[in-house]
């Protein structure tokens, strides 16, 4: 859908690009535009934004998993074809950017995780390039895939997102991903014993001696309800920040392409200010990647801590 007429208002051009393409289950009797278009209680694609949220949570979007998997292949692809290439000369082309990315990437661990594991490395790497591969789709235009999408689907009001980062379902799903590791290398580096100790003992230390002991298990429930907040906290932050900046962005794009159908002269003000802010939003995707990875670092390097030993072999 364009902004030259194919909607009917800005209002709708913008939610309209804002949409996923969501596929669920549909109960009947639900409606669109004032019309019952589901006589029974079955698996669809959604035709409208009522539609979508009767589905509820078992709706599943399906543009941002075929890019977010689509772009991871790519990903993987390109990483194995330079790693069949690689050699001990100087290296040239593709294979010299991948390996600045990978050294890059390798000093961050090293200088934000002090411990040794063969696992953090290249989880960071694959968060970085991913998380950058799908942000960088935020640099097409807003209308072309979108719109070639349409004429292929046959339906002018076809809702098709290209920016998986755009959707809190992929980044919340990274940061829940991230949380789950870093869950699962505490309790394999500190034992389980160790880390409900962590989680009960920490910041406040229960009293052992005296009559103060028996403040102990309020204490306790003190610092458990302290800590698990601070632990959910962690992968709410991690996905809500990558999906508010690059959410932010993606609505800038489209703002901006709005004014090409308002006349000659905001046209080319607009092809202006679309060239500045890709610019300006290569930065910004870079860095969203950038700080994601830095973040999952320094929470593996947190699950690996402990105050009885220095350092950890995986």
């Not at 098709?160 to 980044?171: A, S």
């Not at 392409?257 to 939003?281: C, D, E, K, R, S």
Request: proline share 4%; with cysteine.
């Amino acid at each position: 859908m364009a902004a030259d007429g194919n909607a009917s208002t800005t209002t709708e051009y913008i939610q309209h690009h804002l949409t996923n393409w969501t596929f669920g289950k549909l109960p009947a009797g639900t409606y669109c535009d004032g019309k019952s278009v589901q006589e029974t209680t079955s698996w669809v694609v959604a035709k409208c934004p009522q539609q979508m949220e009767a589905m509820g949570f078992s709706a599943i979007h399906i543009d941002s998993m075929l890019w977010s998997i689509g772009l991871g292949i790519v990903f993987l692809a390109i990483f194995y074809r330079c790693a069949k290439k690689a050699h001990t000369g100087v290296p040239t082309g593709m294979l010299n950017l991948i390996e600045i990315i990978v050294e890059f990437v390798d000093n961050t661990v090293k200088d934000s995780f002090q411990y040794r594991s063969r696992f953090v490395a290249p989880l960071a790497l694959t968060i970085f390039v991913w998380v950058f591969m799908m942000n960088l789709m935020d640099l097409m235009p807003v209308d072309v895939i979108p719109h070639l999408a349409t004429l292929v689907a046959g339906d002018p009001g076809f809702y098709f997102k290209i920016v998986p980062t755009t959707d809190p379902n992929v980044t919340l799903g990274m940061g829940f991903t991230v949380f789950f590791l870093m869950i699962a290398f505490s309790v394999r580096q500190k034992g389980l014993i160790g880390f409900i100790k962590e989680l009960t003992l920490h910041p406040f230390r229960p009293p052992t001696k005296g009559v103060a002991i028996i403040l102990a298990p309020v204490i306790i429930a003190i610092n458990l309800i302290l800590e698990v907040v601070t632990l959910l906290a962690r992968p709410v932050s991690l996905g809500l920040r990558l999906f508010g900046n690059m959410y932010a962005g993606e609505m800038i794009f489209i703002l901006i392409a709005t004014m090409f159908g308002a006349g000659l002269l905001l046209g080319l003000f607009a092809g202006v200010l679309q060239i500045g802010w890709a610019l300006f939003h290569i930065i910004i995707i870079t860095l969203q990647a950038f700080v994601f990875m830095v973040l999952t670092i320094v929470y593996m390097a947190m699950a690996f801590h402990n105050d009885e030993e220095d350092q950890f072999t995986n």
